[in-house]
């Protein structure tokens, strides 16, 4: 299995809603990643766990919460987020060896709108 | 600050063609770079990497060149195909935690 799956594939909520992203690997892998991306622009990096701990932060708005159950689990959870924040939100894992070079793997995103 | 950049946004090639795809870095800390397609909808798909130790890696018809003097990169397909129309992007990370990619290059290889 070398997939990263990411649910729901769509969302719509709006800005009083409360949801959660979910992504799951079960590549043994150790790091885990949330990305956002916006429309003709690059991912840009949110939050990495490695080892089932936060490890960076970067210093995205309260409204964002990650969670990360275990190793093979990583969600994202929303709340009162704003039209700013409609995006495709990315997961990602890499497989956290520090003797080699990472790559990483990704999910096929969740296109989320905040109406 | 764009650390990493792809000047071109886009490029068009023919099918049977090379596509030459270029990247420009500023930090010299960057030490492995990789290369990812995308499509629509969807999440980057890993093509070849780079160590800053090397200065050319091949897979098949992808070749990617590394000039750590110019702090350039260039991704080399030959040859192109229509399957090869896609957004690529640059990334660069300096550790294991943080992948830094580039503003992308929308490929179209037509017939």
């Known amino acids: 299995d070398t997939e990263v799956t990411q649910t729901p594939k769509h969302l719509v909520m709006g800005m009083t809603n409360k949801k959660s992203l979910k992504c799951e690997q079960h590549?043994?892998?150790?790091?885990m990643y949330w990305y956002k991306q916006k429309a003709k622009k690059p991912p840009e990096l949110m939050f990495v766990y490695s080892y089932e701990k936060l490890s960076i932060n970067e210093s995205v708005p309260s409204r964002f919460s990650p969670e990360c159950p275990n190793s093979s689990l990583l969600n994202l959870h929303l709340h009162a987020l704003q039209p700013e924040d409609s995006a495709l939100y990315l997961c990602?894992?890499?497989?956290?060896?520090?003797?080699?070079?990472?790559?990483?793997?990704f999910g096929s995103g969740t296109q989320l709108s905040v109406l | 600050d764009q650390q990493v950049k792809q000047n071109s946004p886009s490029l068009s090639v023919q099918e049977g063609r090379i596509s030459i795809l270029n990247c420009d870095y500023t930090?010299?800390?960057?030490?492995?770079f990789l290369w990812y397609k995308k499509y629509p909808a969807e999440g980057p798909t890993f093509l070849i990497s780079?160590?800053?130790?090397?200065d050319k890696n091949e897979d098949g018809r992808f070749t990617v060149f590394l000039n750590k003097s110019a702090k350039h990169l260039s991704l080399h397909i030959v040859p192109s195909q229509p399957g090869d129309s896609a957004v690529y992007f640059c990334?660069?990370?300096?550790?294991?935690?943080?992948?830094?990619f580039g503003t992308g290059t929308r490929l179209q290889v037509f017939p």
């Open positions: 590549m043994g892998h150790r790091a």
């Open positions: 780079i160590s800053s130790i090397k």
């Open positions: 990334a660069a990370s300096y550790n294991t935690d943080k992948l830094i």
């Open positions: 990602a894992s890499s497989r956290r060896d520090r003797s080699t070079n990472e790559k990483l793997f």
């Open positions: 930090n010299s800390m960057f030490d492995y």
